[in-house]
């Protein structure tokens, strides 16, 4: 198995519908599939961390096409609640799940990727200030999906805040040229 990291980013329409708890019913039965293989999951939020805003999975599958076929099964997906997917190969740099991070949920959490441009260098992941690992949920190099070429870094820390944030990333994601940060928090059943 590899690990696949799926961001999945939702329409505006589904952003902004109320709930439907049959339709999260099967996304969690979906997923209760995969329970045994996957390193992290969870909705990405709006800045009111409110507002669903997509999702997060780190999946273990044999390759690249069954992650696709994964994504295109997903009930969300075939809802139209999606309105695209990124999909990279993912390196564990912590060789740990979400569920092992001893921090309590007692602050916001985040979740970023940041991407190297075509025709940057290929780089590894940086190394982690001691600041940032100790609020590290996830860390894992990003290569493209079909190849092993590395592509970026992606990461799930838990910050008092934005501001906060920032701090404990300072320098960590220089040279990247694309940089996305998401309000997060871990999934599964409520």
């Known amino acids: 198995m590899t690990d696949f990291l799926v961001l999945s980013r939702a329409t505006a329409q589904a952003a902004t519908s109320d709930d439907d708890a049959g339709l999260t019913e099967r996304h969690w039965s979906y997923m209760d599939g ?14 009111d961390r409110e507002t669903w805003a997509g ?4 999946v273990g599958l044999p390759d690249a096409a069954a992650t696709r076929a ?21 390196t564990n740099l912590l060789g740990r799940t979400m569920w092992d991070f001893p921090g309590a949920a007692d602050e916001p959490r ?7 441009g075509p025709t940057a260098p290929q780089r590894a ?11 590290l949920i996830v860390h894992g190099q990003l290569h493209d999906a079909d190849l092993d070429t590395p592509v970026g870094v992606a990461l799930a820390v838990q910050a008092a805040g934005r501001r906060e944030l920032d701090a404990l990333l300072a320098d960590q994601l220089a040279g ?3 940089i996305e940060v998401h309000d997060w928090e871990f999934g599964g059943r409520r």
């Open 176 to 178: 990247y040229d694309e």
């Open 70 to 90: 994964f994504v295109e099964q997903e009930p969300y997906q075939g809802a139209g609640a999606y309105a695209d997917h990124s999909i990279w190969r993912f």
């Open 34 to 47: 995969y329970a045994d293989r996957l390193t992290a999951r969870g909705p990405l939020l709006g800045p």
């Open 125 to 135: 992941a940086p190394t982690p200030s001691d600041a940032l690992q100790k609020r």
């Open 55 to 58: 999702s997060v999975h780190v």
């Open 110 to 116: 985040f979740f970023l990727v940041g991407l190297a």
